[in-house]
């Protein structure tokens, strides 16, 4: 092992201004911004780095599970318990479009690689994809082949990878429409893929995250210390993935050793749930959100 980034275990912020549970946080593409959203049914906007609160998006007419960035950081996609989809003009607040199709609460929302579509997953067992440039409402494809809710989906340029309840990573291939299933035989609630986007990041309700090489299936890793059994809870890697890092029921937010699952640091990060941790982009920085109506920033 080379000389380690310090990791971000302390406290730089707190972000305040949610009612109730904030459900994900996510780091904007350069990391200059982060977007929240919750139970309140509000998105928010903030300046992490100085604590600054920017702007509220409101329309969704439930709590907001779930928010994604385009790459381009200029338009912003959510979706929840309403099962609507909504594409907001980031600098505007302007809801551009929103989609409608699922049956049911969405859960988990992401753009393709040029926000040219956004792909969601819910409870109605599954993935559909949007046409960001056309006014149809009609998805332009949908994936039903689940055997239960859809908790989280992750993009690449040619796969869409999704978590289900029913114990599988399923990744599809865009170009040819081949599926392949990994059974995990846990319930999955969230994916989330390495930076070289060779591994997948599973965590699943038996409270341990599990890496998959991508290619071949192959349970590389498990990880395991945190409490996770009935929350949807996101976990991810650190910008150089060398770490893994997840929040836990208790409070608490871990860091595991990428290669051999070992914990490297543990700290008590909100008083209750972490349901969403964002990693910087390139500096070792750290967004967590949490049941207890806070996100939090980290720094190293």
């Not at 994916?191 to 071949?216: F, G, H, M, P």
């Not at 890697?237 to 893994?244: E, F, K, P």
Request: proline share 2%.
């Amino acid at each position: 092992m080379g000389p380690s980034v310090a990791l971000p275990t302390k406290e730089a912020a707190v972000l305040r201004g949610h009612e109730g549970a904030v459900l994900a946080v996510r780091f904007n593409h350069d990391g200059k911004y982060c977007l929240s959203c919750g139970k309140d049914r509000t998105l928010r906007l903030w300046n992490p780095h100085n604590g600054l609160h920017i702007k509220t998006y409101s329309g969704h007419a439930r709590e907001v599970r779930d928010v994604a960035v385009s790459s381009d950081n200029a338009k912003l996609s959510s979706c929840g318990g309403d099962r609507q989809l909504f594409y907001w003009d980031v600098t505007t607040g302007r809801i551009i479009r929103k989609f409608r199709g699922h049956d049911s609460e969405i859960n988990s929302v992401k753009f393709n690689e040029f926000a040219a579509a956004i792909i969601s997953g819910g409870y109605d067992r599954s993935v559909r994809a949007w046409d960001c440039r056309s006014h149809s409402m009609e998805p332009i494809q949908i994936i039903d082949t689940f055997g239960d809710s859809v908790t989280s989906v992750a993009v690449t340029k040619t796969d869409i990878v999704a978590g289900c309840v029913d114990g599988t990573v399923r990744t599809f291939d865009i170009r040819n429409g081949r599926e392949v299933v990994d059974e995990l035989g846990q319930a999955v609630n969230s994916v989330a893929l390495s930076n070289d986007e060779n591994c997948v990041l599973a965590s699943c309700l038996d409270s341990t995250i599990r890496l998959l090489d991508r290619a071949s299936g192959e349970l590389l890793q498990e990880y395991k210390g945190h409490d996770n059994k009935s929350y949807k809870m996101d976990s991810c890697l650190t910008n150089s993935d060398a770490h893994v890092v997840s929040g836990s029921e208790d409070g608490n937010v871990i860091f595991w050793d990428l290669v051999d699952a070992s914990t490297v640091a543990s700290f008590k990060a909100h008083p209750s749930v972490v349901t969403s941790v964002s990693y910087h982009p390139s500096e070792s920085r750290m967004l967590t959100a949490s049941v207890d109506s806070t996100v939090r920033v980290w720094k190293s």
